[in-house]
Structure formats: structure tokens, C-alpha cells
């Protein structure tokens, strides 16, 4: 059977919405630099080798729209031959693209893919125009943001800020450790 194996990983730094670093720096661009980077740190690898890019992007509109997943490897320099698609799962986004990739490692679909997400909520902010309005009205969960969400979590499941805010901190520790 085959495996699928992460051989690097590449991040940005956090920043602060709207007055963080990155408030004008387009999200393209920063996931640009995380594939150049990410194949700094695979010399062996060609880019003509990859057969697939899969980015997690939670809400794909704006400088975020249009195919990130293309425009960020047409922006890093990546051959046009890779295929390059953008899912959306909101805030599992990335992680569902890693899924998708691994899955096309394992059951023979390609033999070298790139994974990942990006997400700008600088540049994306949502805007009351862009919800249905029917939607609004009979299920509005449907728009509830990961801040409410952990309120609920918190209520429901009797899992505290601090304990999230611990396993946050464990999730991105794991991830550097990868």
C-alpha cells in the first residue's frame, strides 16, 4: 500500500486583523511565499515532479478568489502543468485540503502533491450584502463565526477559553514539530 508522507511544512507569522503586517500584504502573495518556501526546504524535489496543488481557503472571494490555489502558484513560479484547485470548508479548509491530497497520494491519483490553506480576513471581510437573506432569516447559524463558535463549544461541552486556547496552542506546536 502506498503512504503519504508530509516532507515539509511552511507558515506565515500571526498577525492582527486589520492593523496587524500583513493588513496590506494580499493573501496570493503570502501563499506564494509559503510554496517557495515550503520547496526551499525540498531540494530534491522538481516543481515539475508536483501533480497537484490543494489549497483551504475559508471564504475564497475578493484577492482571495479567482483559484487562489492557481494564482499563488502562477505567483511563486510553479509550472502551469501542475493542477491547482481551492476548497472550501471553512474554517477546516486547509486541513480538508491536506485530506484531499493525501488521499490523491494514497489510491494512486498523483505521486507528489502540495497542501495547504490561506485565508485574509483583512481583505475579506464579510459584508451583509454577501449573505442570503433567506438564510439569514431561517438558519443563521449558518453564518456563525469560529469566536461564537467556541462560545458555544464552552457552553454546551462545559470546555473552557483557557482549554481551547491550550489545544490551539498544542495544534500549531504539533505543526511545527511536523
Not at 101 to 126: K, N, R, Y
Not at 166 to 174: D, G, K, N, V, W
Request: glycine share 6%; net charge negative; hydrophobic share 45%.
Amino acid at each position: 500500500m502506498r503512504e503519504a508522507v508530509v516532507v515539509a511544512s511552511s507558515r506565515t507569522p500571526l498577525a492582527k486583523s486589520f492593523r496587524g503586517s500583513f493588513n496590506i500584504t494580499r493573501p496570493d502573495d503570502l501563499l506564494a511565499h509559503c510554496l517557495t518556501d515550503v520547496l526551499s526546504k525540498a531540494p530534491k524535489l522538481e516543481p515539475a515532479e508536483i501533480e497537484d496543488l490543494l489549497v483551504g481557503c475559508g471564504f475564497p472571494e475578493g484577492p482571495q478568489g479567482m483559484n487562489v490555489a492557481r494564482v499563488a502558484a502562477i505567483r511563486a513560479g510553479l509550472p502551469t502543468s501542475i493542477a491547482a484547485a481551492t476548497v472550501n470548508r471553512f474554517c477546516s479548509s486547509g486541513l480538508q485540503a491536506v485530506a484531499m491530497a493525501a488521499h490523491q497520494i494514497l489510491h494512486e491519483g498523483a505521486d507528489v502533491a502540495l497542501a495547504g490553506g490561506v485565508e485574509s480576513i483583512t481583505m475579506t471581510a464579510q459584508r451583509p450584502q454577501d449573505l442570503n437573506p433567506w438564510i439569514v432569516e431561517h438558519q443563521p447559524d449558518l453564518y456563525m463565526v469560529m469566536g461564537v463558535t467556541a462560545e458555544v463549544v464552552a457552553q454546551r461541552y462545559q470546555i473552557g477559553r483557557q482549554a481551547q486556547d491550550e489545544y490551539a496552542l498544542e495544534s500549531q506546536l504539533r505543526t511545527a514539530r511536523a
